[in-house]
């Protein structure tokens, strides 16, 4: 462990364990995690430098509860008395206790009186060691943006009286939901950026991956946990063949399977068998199976969509939406023909969330396509990119408004 | 998702400023204050600015790669940009909510856009 990056990786898994120990002996959650913070960054500092200790956690302890005990008394006068003692590093760090607080931290990052925003920026933090700063770097906002958003979050958890403990059983099924649901939108937020200048942000991928790992070593036997493992490999599986050199999007069925990561499919695959294995069926379960159908198909033109189907008519009975309803759209067309698509989708548009909205025009354009109606398929290609928010999408769809070759195999998953 | 709130002055909207009293100014720049406040405490806001009157900008535009610069715009603009809030919040109808206690929607025009996200999904 002498280069940045093995430091750095230490420190982030280290974190938790810490900020557990410190709760525990100190009890304010708020100031504890701020010492921590401090501990990690000398650390950051010093290590590369000097070499990691023989006992890292304990370092980190000695050093956070110093912080602490120094953060805790800067509001009496004793302060400048302290500091110059409380500031060198510790000469006997401490044992450590043989207990692993992770899940208890995730659940309490992820706890109901906090915004989702700030739950994505507390467990980013806390749980997965990062900084503010890079917070702030991977979500494109100033520093004091994610700063106010934590300390808010912790004033919040303080006001709300909660514990440091695992909640009670009865609650304990929703936290576990919201904690997949926060490690879902971190995954989101890396996957689906572009390339380029935002390698930032694809860091978040790996951390979401990381974190999910973790709660699945905690949480072995939960099925939803081990399918969005599932889901959050089978889909980064193909981020290097998901959009181009010059960052723009490439649809999956024209895709270069060859760039797909065989390892993470493998792995995915057997997690999610196993999953399946075990009900109850949930969301992520199911989104893992429609990835894992993807990721089987060593050529686009071999994707079993009758078994995609077969999944969207359980994910529709599980856990309707509207991007489950588009998903299904595009399944029943590879099925049955583009006309049935479009049939189907004239009665999705029924949905007020989706009326007007940007993926069913793109889907509709390439059901048009599909049936041969390039010119129709152009209009709505065109009103799709006028509607999307994003920008990679608005450049794709604008090119497929105005390429004029046929598509190839326009197979697509508009669905994750 | 990000949001840019927009505000825009006439001069009739100036002409009203104008004709205000002190205190109620006073009580506009109040109203700014405490947004500002409230937006940075809900992590919500990104960025807020004032911004000075055209007259003190200037205007470039670059023709063959030669950039002419002009100053201005003055007063033939009907309607220029006075302000703006850079947001971050989950749905534009809670952007929708901050601009409404904007002080100038009362006299001036406040428009919300959508930023564009970086991210996208393949089709």
């Not at chain 1, 921590?36 to 950051?44: D, R, Y």
């Not at chain 1, 065989?262 to 196993?274: P, S």
């Not at chain 1, 198909?297 to 995609?308: H, L, Y």
Request: aromatic fraction near 4%.
């Amino acid at each position: 462990m002498s280069t940045a990056t093995g430091v750095e990786g230490l420190l982030r898994e280290l974190a938790p364990q810490v900020v557990g120990i410190l709760v525990r002996r100190f009890g304010d959650f708020g100031s504890c995690e701020d010492a921590v913070q401090e501990a990690l960054l000398a650390a950051s500092v010093q290590w590369p430098a000097e070499g990691v200790p023989d006992n890292p956690t304990g370092w980190l302890i000695t050093v956070a509860s110093r912080r602490r005990t120094q953060l805790w008394r800067s509001d009496t006068a004793r302060r400048r008395r302290e500091q110059t003692a409380a500031a060198l590093a510790p000469a006997d760090p401490e044992p450590v206790p043989a207990v692993d607080d992770t899940l208890t931290l995730l659940m309490l990052c992820c706890h109901p009186a906090l915004t989702r925003v700030s739950q994505v920026a507390l467990t980013l933090r806390v749980v997965g060691g990062l900084s503010t700063p890079e917070i702030a770097r991977a979500f494109l906002v100033p520093d004091a943006t994610i700063g106010q958003r934590i300390s808010r979050a912790k004033q919040r958890i303080k006001a709300s009286g909660a514990e440091f403990q695992l909640p009670l059983e009865a609650e304990r099924a929703d936290r576990i939901t919201a904690v997949l649901h926060v490690l879902y939108l971190i995954f989101n937020e890396g996957y689906t950026a572009s390339s380029g200048a935002v390698l930032n942000r694809v860091e978040l991928t790996s951390e979401a991956i990381r974190l999910a790992r973790q709660l699945h070593d905690l949480l072995p036997g939960d099925s939803e946990v081990t399918g969005l493992l599932a889901l959050m490999l089978l889909t980064d599986a193909r981020r290097r063949a998901r959009t181009g050199p010059d960052g723009t999007l490439v649809p999956l069925a024209e895709q270069d399977r060859s760039r797909w990561d065989t390892k993470a499919i493998t792995e995915g695959v057997e997690l999610i068998t196993e999953a399946l294995a075990h009900p109850p069926l949930g969301p992520y379960q199911l989104q893992a199976a429609i990835a894992a159908v993807h990721d089987e198909a060593a050529r686009a033109e071999d994707t079993d969509w009758r078994q995609i189907l077969g999944l969207y008519d359980l994910l529709n009975a599980v856990a309707p939406g509207p991007m489950v309803t588009l998903g299904r759209v595009v399944a029943v067309a590879m099925v049955h023909g583009p006309q049935a698509g479009l049939r189907e989708l004239t009665g999705a548009e029924t949905d007020p969330a989706l009326a007007g909205h940007h993926r069913v025009h793109a889907v509709r354009a390439h059901l048009l396509d599909l049936s041969g109606d390039r010119e129709a398929a152009k209009a709505c290609y065109e009103m799709a990119a006028r509607h999307t928010l994003s920008i990679p999408e608005q450049r794709y769809l604008a090119a497929q408004a105005g390429a004029d070759v046929e598509i190839a195999d326009p197979a697509a998953t508009p669905l994750m | 998702m990000k949001y840019l709130i927009m505000i825009y002055h006439t001069q009739q909207a100036l002409d009203s400023w104008a004709n205000m009293s002190a205190a109620q100014r006073a009580e506009g720049m109040r109203a700014h204050d405490a947004l500002v406040e409230a937006l940075a405490e809900s992590g919500e806001l990104v960025v807020s600015e004032a911004l000075a009157s055209p007259a003190q900008g200037k205007t470039v535009a670059v023709h063959d790669g030669a950039a002419t610069v002009t100053d201005g715009p003055f007063a033939e603009v009907k309607e220029h940009l006075a302000g703006f809030y850079l947001v971050e919040c989950d749905s534009i109808d809670q952007a929708v909510g901050h601009a409404a206690r904007i002080p100038d929607a009362a006299f001036g025009r406040v428009e919300i856009r959508p930023v564009l996200d970086r991210n996208g999904l393949e089709m």
